[in-house]
């Protein structure tokens, strides 16, 4: 236990020091919610009608922008090796590692997501509704992408490949985030349906997604 | 069992049985094909373009039942990391995807006439898609972990992941009501489809299926004399390395 709490404070000092880039999430987030109204056009009520579908495809996409770095750097300089051969089971090591690594990467999104709302046009409640469904389903998408993560570790050019395996499994989460955030707004379904189911896939990614991702470490070497 | 999981006992095996799979995945197609385009009947409300149903639904069981193939062998890798099962997953994968592609685009062709667009964001659709995806991505895999061993397992673990697609699939005209009709040859209390349309889809269902198995055993072959390929050309390379080394204790 207390290795594990020690692993946890690794990935954060280690992400907030040179080379960690813990923030790089949020820039990129930002650039894209930017870019969108560029794409789509100014018009204030198509973005507040798009705006929580934009913010979530923006959270997915920087998500898996940093997704890369989950067990690349630790493969390089064979702390992974280490972690290994440790006593504390692979798979609560992977857990520990999607943890922390939500914590500076997806934390921050949902931190930011009323901010950036606010640039979408979104309101009151939309604006919160939006900001509470990022943070029940980012957790899933962090666990999803581990296995993608996991799964091209040892490959030299995985970023492109990673994406293409990890995208397809990130639909559901995609579908019930979008529709709790706009429920938030008003619409005919109650908010709490897509929520709670929101929040069963991040607990199921979680209980499961760490087996298969230290399934895959071990099989790399 | 384990006899048959001898590479070379089913190199053998799998010589003698394909010409006859291939001769009878041959005549059932041609029968199917003839009972499509001959005997079944028009539809009352479809016209001639229900006939798409024999080429469109038996695809679309073979894209699950490709997977489902590929699952048991990613469990063969996974527990018995048998070669046998590498070149199984392996081989399904493409053939997969050949079908789901198939089944989309049928689907897309006869969803023109009947539903007024090439594409609606239905379940059954989406869900299929996203098969298709999981499909390409795990080719993807294969194509780029060079070592066949490394390739199996990280494919294995994938497609296990994918699994909780395919009840999803089956499942989905049934939890979510769109578009797509629901399930009419599969399902309790018998199949909803008359007797002279379900005989020219069942027997396309087995000519198709027929010919996925003669498909799948020809790479599965095909797999295993490229990995001997490749381990010879090792060993050769090796030979000539060491051919060509000079003579160490000469100059001592």
């Given at each position: 236990m207390r290795a594990l709490a020690a692993l946890f404070r690794r990935e954060l000092r280690l992400s907030n020091r040179a080379g960690g880039g813990g923030a790089m999430g949020v820039v990129f987030f930002l650039i894209l919610v930017t870019i969108t109204p560029f794409a789509i056009g100014p018009d204030l009520n198509l973005l507040a009608r798009i705006g929580p579908a934009i913010l979530w495809i923006a959270a997915l996409l920087s998500t898996l922008l940093g997704l890369d770095r989950l067990f690349m750097s630790d493969h390089e300089d064979g702390s992974l090796d280490l972690l290994e051969m440790s006593d504390a089971p692979m798979e609560l090591v992977v857990l520990v590692k999607c943890l922390a690594h939500w914590a500076v990467t997806g934390l921050p999104l949902v931190v930011a997501t009323p901010l950036f709302g606010l640039m979408l046009a979104l309101e009151g409640d939309a604006l919160w509704g939006v900001a509470a469904s990022l943070a029940?389903?980012?957790?899933?998408?962090?666990?999803?992408?581990?296995?993608?993560?996991?799964?091209?570790?040892?490959?030299?050019?995985?970023?492109?490949?990673?994406?293409?395996?990890?995208?397809?499994?990130t639909v559901p989460v995609l579908i019930f985030g979008v529709s709790a955030a706009s429920a938030a707004s008003g619409g005919t379904v109650p908010f709490l349906t897509p929520f709670l189911i929101l929040c069963a896939l991040s607990l199921g990614s979680m209980a499961l997604a760490p087996f298969a991702a230290a399934a895959a470490l071990r099989s790399g070497d | 069992m384990l006899k048959y999981a001898n590479p070379t006992y089913f190199l053998r095996l799998t010589a003698a049985v394909l010409p006859w799979l291939w001769g009878a995945a041959g005549l059932t197609l041609g029968l199917g094909l003839y009972m499509t385009f001959a005997v079944a009947p028009a539809d009352y409300q479809q016209g001639e373009t229900v006939r798409i149903m024999y080429i469109h639904v038996p695809a679309a069981w073979l894209s699950m039942f490709a997977y489902t193939v590929m699952t048991l062998s990613a469990l063969?890798?996974?527990?018995?990391?048998?070669?046998?099962?590498?070149?199984?997953?392996?081989?399904?994968?493409?053939?997969?995807?050949?079908?789901?592609?198939?089944?989309?685009?049928?689907?897309?062709?006869?969803?023109?006439?009947?539903?007024?667009?090439?594409?609606?964001?239905?379940?059954?659709?989406?869900?299929?898609?996203?098969?298709?995806l999981i499909y390409l991505g795990l080719i993807a895999l294969w194509n780029t972990i060079e070592e066949p061993l490394k390739a199996a397992r990280a494919a294995a673990i994938l497609t296990l992941v994918g699994v909780v697609n395919i009840p999803i699939i089956k499942f989905s005209v049934d939890w979510w009501n769109t578009l797509h009709q629901p399930a009419s040859v599969l399902r309790?209390?018998?199949?909803?489809?008359?007797?002279?349309?379900?005989?020219?889809?069942?027997?396309?269902?087995?000519?198709?299926?027929?010919?996925?198995?003669?498909?799948?055993?020809?790479?599965?072959?095909?797999?295993?004399?490229?990995r001997r390929l490749r381990r010879l050309s090792y060993l050769a390379a090796e030979a000539a390395d060491h051919g060509l080394e000079p003579p160490v204790e000469a100059g001592a």
């Open positions: 029940a389903g980012t957790p899933a998408l962090t666990f999803i992408g581990a296995i993608g993560a996991a799964l091209t570790v040892s490959l030299r050019r995985g970023g492109l490949l990673m994406a293409i395996l990890v995208l397809p499994f | 063969g890798t996974l527990v018995w990391r048998h070669p046998l099962a590498d070149a199984s997953q392996q081989a399904a994968a493409p053939l997969g995807a050949g079908f789901t592609f198939i089944c989309l685009v049928t689907g897309s062709l006869w969803g023109k006439p009947m539903w007024g667009t090439w594409w609606v964001w239905d379940a059954r659709l989406t869900s299929v898609l996203v098969l298709f309790m209390g018998g199949p909803a489809i008359h007797p002279t349309m379900l005989w020219p889809l069942l027997v396309m269902a087995l000519g198709a299926s027929l010919l996925f198995v003669c498909l799948h055993l020809m790479a599965i072959r095909n797999e295993i004399l490229r």
